[in-house]
């Protein structure tokens, strides 16, 4: 059974900063696109970032210059360094990734279960 787990969300006031991770465990063969995306209540989850298996990184532009996401691969882990943080960036942020399983040798699109990033003074 191969999880998503999620921690580092909270409150931080304006301007502040937070970092996300998300560790990957299971039956893994190998894991190929990490991401995290968020959702507002009422608006669609929308891509905030990614990064291949080679390293490579995208960010939507809101992000751009704030944000910067990396990986472990040894620990299986991606991570979301969230910097000059805005009101707007509330919501709540949700890692995925394209897995590998060992058993079946299939490629699935995980998510984690979620975690709340909330920026208010």
């Known amino acids: 059974q191969v999880q998503l787990v999620e921690s580092g969300g909270g409150l931080v006031q304006p301007g502040g900063s937070l970092r996300l991770s998300c560790a990957a465990s299971?039956?893994?063969?190998?894991?190929?696109?990490m991401a995290w995306y968020r959702q507002v209540p009422g608006n669609q989850r929308e891509l905030v970032a990614l990064?291949?298996?080679?390293?490579?990184?995208n960010y939507a532009d809101s992000v751009k210059g704030r944000f910067s996401i990396s990986r472990d691969n040894a620990k299986k882990t991606v991570y979301l360094q969230m910097s000059s943080l805005k009101p707007e960036d509330t919501a709540v942020y949700y890692c995925?990734?394209?897995?590998?399983?060992?058993?079946?040798?299939?490629?699935?699109?995980?998510w984690g279960q979620g975690t709340q990033v909330t920026v208010s003074s």
């Open positions: 990064i291949t298996s080679g390293g490579s990184t």
């Open positions: 299971g039956s893994i063969l190998s894991i190929n696109t």
């Open positions: 995925n990734a394209l897995i590998r399983e060992r058993a079946t040798w299939t490629e699935r699109n995980y």
